[in-house]
């Protein structure tokens, strides 16, 4: 069979550097001979990652669910708080989630021991029992995270959980049963070949004994790398045939972009605020957007490289990054008694007034502005690029030139996909609630109004593969499966299969569109009222029904009463078709 090998050096291992040098081994080698110089097979195993703590579940999570470490702080402290279980009551289903120690206490351990012997057998077990030890500097006050009770397994109580509730469960229960298990065996196998004094090698492995792996496998920040094919079984002397060559070129890359994950990671390492803080810290830097994430990349922003490079000049001890550490080690002194707590804060806020007070002085009557992004976008007044501004109701684009030229427009985004009415190019537009005042997100034809395609589904830039046309997905944080809109196709999905609130009785007769939009393709948040509104059509509609109801009564009465009565029916049947209109207006 054939396989792929690289290129190793010649005695000893040798990096080629420029494309002449990769030329001249090729020309070397190019009909000569190759043959088996060594076959090495060897065993590797691998350990278990050890239990949750706090800054290790934040990025697991936002690897494998996609959560935000706001969002898995919220979830595990419902776990941790208790959650109705059929047959047990009240559960707090984990310990306490806001920790940096490993310590496991010995009942758990035990109860772990149990349940891998009776599911896995002898074999998933190790001679001892795993014990990890915390990092230096650890407050160790609490337990790892850990399931509170071994044999409440996921699946056990899947039905008493919400999906995320159950996701996290499940991640924190089969992390802490794999930290308990035997390592996983690897076989590793690397084949030599040398032509003339040209050595290239290629190695293999392939999984022996899965262990710790039958439950749990760690994720990771950086690209899994890619496996090789098996190798041939050869064995030293054998005779091969170069089939082919093929030249690559590797650039040094720059350190890549934080990830939630990765940046939580980063503030661990370097001691940047505590396990409780994590989230916040994170979640506060995007809500005032000093940075924005795209595709789980953090990338500054314009304000945030602004409002950074103020601090960096005005308070540089503050935004030092060993801040945090040095003030733990402060208090840690405090703690012992070789320091009093009041010189520390005395030492501390003598410098900080004072950097307040020069930094007052020398911004005093300053207004700092942040860089505008210029657009590609020109404007139809004075055909200056138009930038982006951005207002209490989001951002949009605007002409440079104000107040000379007051010109602006929606910011749009292209989406990918296709409309599915005329084929046009899909667009993402903001528009502003006039119930709540706060912007949202639809997506609409390049040609709307002309084209009277908008929801407040997102396209996704993979195709329907049955009827060929673009598919969406349901809006909103994590993963939403793909569902195709197009009616005629047998892989359609309805709308009352999406996942949306049902309508009710009201909107049954009122024309729509598109889901998320009225009739007159419209958004629907343009024409949502208040709860207050509601009330008035209601009484209506009961005035009108009781209005009715005398009617009838009324005929046995006379014939100049009932005329009276049938012109107040009709003028309540007015007001009750017109009630139901509004009702009808308010859910489509």
Same mark, same amino acid.
């Given at each position: 069979? @054939?396989?792929?090998?690289?290129?190793?050096?010649? #005695?000893?291992?040798? #990096?080629?550097?420029? /494309?002449?040098?990769?030329?001249?081994?090729?020309?070397?080698?190019?009909?000569? &001979?190759?043959?088996?110089? *060594?076959?090495?097979?060897?065993?590797?195993?691998?350990?278990?990652?050890? %239990?949750? $703590?706090?800054?290790?579940? @934040?990025?697991?999570?936002?690897?494998?669910?996609?959560?935000?470490?706001?969002?898995?702080?919220?979830?595990?402290?419902?776990?941790?708080? +208790? !959650?109705?279980?059929?047959?047990?009551?009240?559960?707090?289903?984990?310990?306490?989630?806001?920790?940096?120690?490993?310590?496991?206490?010995? /009942?758990?351990?035990?109860?772990?021991?149990?349940? $891998?012997?009776?599911?896995?057998?002898?074999?998933?077990?190790?001679?001892?029992?795993?014990?990890?030890?915390?990092?230096? *500097?650890?407050?160790?006050?609490?337990?790892?995270?850990?399931?509170?009770?071994?044999?409440?397994? &996921?699946?056990?109580?899947?039905?008493?959980?919400?999906?995320?509730?159950?996701?996290?469960?499940?991640?924190?229960?089969?992390?802490? $049963?794999?930290?308990?298990?035997?390592?996983?065996?690897?076989?590793?196998?690397?084949?030599?070949?040398?032509?003339?004094?040209?050595?290239?090698?290629?190695?293999?492995?392939?999984?022996?004994?899965?262990?710790?792996?039958?439950?749990?496998?760690?994720?990771?920040?950086?690209?899994?790398?890619?496996?090789?094919?098996?190798?041939?079984?050869?064995? %030293?002397?054998?005779?091969?045939?170069? !089939?082919?060559?093929?030249?690559?070129?590797?650039?040094?890359? %720059? %350190?890549?972009?934080?990830?939630?994950?990765?940046?939580?990671?980063?503030?661990?390492?370097?001691?940047?605020?505590?396990?409780?803080?994590?989230?916040?810290?994170?979640?506060?830097?995007?809500?005032?957007?000093?940075?924005?994430?795209?595709?789980?990349?953090?990338?500054?922003?314009?304000?945030? /490289?602004?409002?950074?490079?103020?601090?960096?000049?005005?308070?540089?001890?503050?935004?030092?990054?060993?801040?945090?550490?040095?003030?733990?080690?402060?208090?840690?002194?405090?703690?012992?008694?070789?320091?009093?707590?009041?010189? !520390?804060?005395?030492?501390?806020?003598?410098?900080?007034?004072?950097?307040?007070?020069?930094?007052?002085?020398?911004?005093?009557?300053?207004?700092?502005?942040?860089?505008?992004?210029?657009?590609?976008?020109?404007?139809?007044?004075?055909?200056?690029?138009?930038?982006?501004?951005?207002?209490?109701?989001?951002?949009?684009?605007?002409?440079?030139?104000?107040?000379?030229?007051?010109?602006?427009?929606?910011?749009?985004?292209?989406?990918?996909?296709?409309? &599915?009415?005329?084929?046009?190019?899909?667009?993402?537009?903001?528009?502003?609630?006039?119930?709540?005042? =706060?912007?949202?997100?639809?997506?609409?034809?390049?040609?709307?109004?002309?084209?009277?395609?908008?929801?407040?589904?997102? &396209?996704?830039?993979?195709?329907?593969? !049955?009827?060929?046309?673009?598919?969406?997905? =349901?809006? +909103?944080?994590?993963?939403?499966?793909?569902?195709?809109?197009?009616?005629?196709?047998?892989?359609?999905?309805?709308?009352?299969?999406?996942?949306?609130?049902?309508?009710?009785?009201?909107?049954?007769?009122?024309?729509?569109?598109?889901? +998320?939009?009225?009739?007159? *393709?419209?958004?629907?948040?343009?024409?949502?009222?208040?709860?207050?509104?509601?009330?008035?059509?209601?009484?209506?509609?009961?005035?009108?029904?009781?209005?009715?109801?005398?009617?009838?009564?009324?005929?046995?009465?006379?014939?100049?009463?009932?005329?009276?009565?049938?012109?107040?029916?009709?003028?309540?049947?007015?007001?009750?078709?017109?009630?139901?209109?509004?009702? +009808?207006?308010?859910?489509?």
């Amino acid at each position: 069979g @054939q396989f792929k090998a690289s290129f190793y050096g010649r #005695e000893k291992k040798v #990096e080629l550097n420029s /494309e002449a040098e990769v030329n001249a081994v090729m020309e070397a080698v190019k009909n000569a &001979p190759f043959a088996v110089t *060594g076959v090495k097979r060897q065993d590797k195993q691998r350990n278990p990652a050890p %239990p949750f $703590i706090t800054s290790t579940l @934040q990025q697991e999570a936002s690897r494998k669910l996609n959560m935000t470490p706001a969002r898995t702080m919220s979830i595990a402290q419902q776990l941790y708080e +208790g !959650v109705d279980i059929t047959g047990e009551g009240t559960v707090g289903l984990i310990t306490y989630m806001r920790t940096d120690s490993l310590r496991i206490s010995e /009942e758990a351990l035990s109860a772990a021991k149990s349940f $891998i012997l009776g599911r896995y057998g002898k074999d998933y077990y190790p001679a001892t029992t795993r014990r990890f030890k915390a990092k230096a *500097g650890a407050q160790d006050a609490h337990e790892a995270i850990r399931p509170s009770n071994v044999a409440l397994y &996921p699946e056990a109580v899947e039905h008493d959980l919400t999906k995320e509730q159950y996701r996290l469960y499940k991640l924190i229960w089969s992390r802490f $049963i794999a930290s308990q298990m035997t390592n996983a065996l690897y076989d590793v196998t690397a084949i030599e070949a040398a032509c003339g004094n040209h050595v290239f090698r290629a190695t293999h492995q392939s999984m022996k004994f899965s262990g710790f792996t039958a439950i749990y496998e760690e994720g990771r920040d950086d690209e899994q790398e890619k496996l090789d094919s098996p190798l041939p079984d050869l064995a %030293p002397g054998e005779a091969l045939t170069a !089939v082919g060559f093929d030249k690559q070129q590797h650039f040094t890359q %720059p %350190p890549a972009r934080y990830t939630e994950a990765s940046l939580v990671r980063a503030m661990e390492e370097k001691g940047v605020g505590r396990p409780s803080t994590y989230a916040a810290i994170i979640a506060t830097i995007q809500d005032r957007e000093y940075v924005i994430k795209t595709d789980k990349k953090l990338s500054p922003t314009k304000l945030g /490289e602004v409002v950074n490079g103020l601090m960096m000049d005005r308070f540089p001890n503050i935004i030092s990054v060993e801040f945090t550490a040095d003030m733990e080690k402060q208090l840690d002194q405090v703690e012992a008694g070789q320091r009093r707590w009041k010189s !520390v804060l005395e030492e501390f806020y003598t410098g900080f007034h004072q950097e307040m007070l020069d930094a007052e002085e020398a911004l005093k009557d300053t207004r700092l502005k942040v860089p505008d992004e210029v657009s590609d976008e020109k404007c139809e007044i004075c055909g200056r690029n138009l930038v982006v501004k951005t207002s209490r109701f989001g951002k949009f684009l605007a002409c440079p030139g104000y107040p000379e030229c007051k010109f602006t427009k929606p910011l749009v985004v292209e989406m990918p996909g296709r409309c &599915p009415v005329c084929g046009g190019r899909l667009m993402k537009r903001t528009g502003v609630s006039k119930k709540s005042g =706060k912007q949202y997100n639809y997506y609409c034809c390049e040609k709307f109004p002309t084209c009277s395609f908008v929801t407040f589904d997102v &396209p996704v830039k993979d195709d329907c593969p !049955v009827c060929g046309h673009t598919m969406f997905k =349901k809006s +909103g944080r994590g993963f939403k499966r793909p569902f195709c809109i197009n009616p005629a196709c047998e892989n359609f999905l309805p709308e009352d299969q999406r996942g949306y609130p049902k309508r009710t009785a009201a909107s049954d007769g009122t024309e729509s569109g598109t889901n +998320g939009t009225a009739a007159d *393709g419209q958004p629907t948040s343009e024409t949502v009222q208040t709860e207050a509104s509601d009330k008035p059509a209601a009484k209506k509609t009961t005035t009108a029904k009781k209005t009715a109801a005398k009617k009838s009564t009324a005929k046995k009465t006379g014939t100049a009463k009932t005329a009276a009565k049938k012109s107040t029916a009709k003028t309540a049947a007015k007001k009750t078709a017109t009630a139901t209109e509004k009702a +009808g207006a308010k859910i489509a």
